[in-house]
């Protein structure tokens, strides 16, 4: 039986406080000209391969592709992402936010163990997205879709 973890009320109380710390220090950055790299990314999907590409069940597919593609190239095999997958699916469903956290933290680590910038490889690839031209994205996706991992462009989306 799976047990779900629980949180005290000061527990909850202290996270929302981070949150909405953490939630004015991007608005600061924001304010000063930081590099918002959600929105352009949001605004890229929804330009090239439509708003119903930023479904949620569509984005956690693309993701799982896109890490299993870097674990892949780290020289992990199929046999360890195996036992990784049933031991994650052991546990309690986590909470998205800190999952998210978890996901950016350990990106960090592994690019670091690269020798990577993951500042400079992310800038990198959004201009490398930006400069191809959108149709490259529409027939990769509508094959995506044919695997199963997103949408069918629709033909009205993709005239815009």
Known sequence: MIQHRTRSSMDHSKYQ????????ENMRLRAIGMIDWQTKMVSWVKTRLGSSAMDTHERGMRFLEES????QAVGITEEEIEKVRQYVFSKPIGRVVQEIGGVVTTLLTLAQSQDVDMNIAGLMEIDRIHALPPEKFRKRQNLNASLGIG??????EEKR
Do not use: M, P, Y
């Open 17 to 24: 406080e981070e949150i909405r710390s953490l939630q004015e």
């Open 68 to 71: 299993l593609e870097l674990v």
């Open 151 to 156: 949408a069918q462009i629709n033909t009205l």
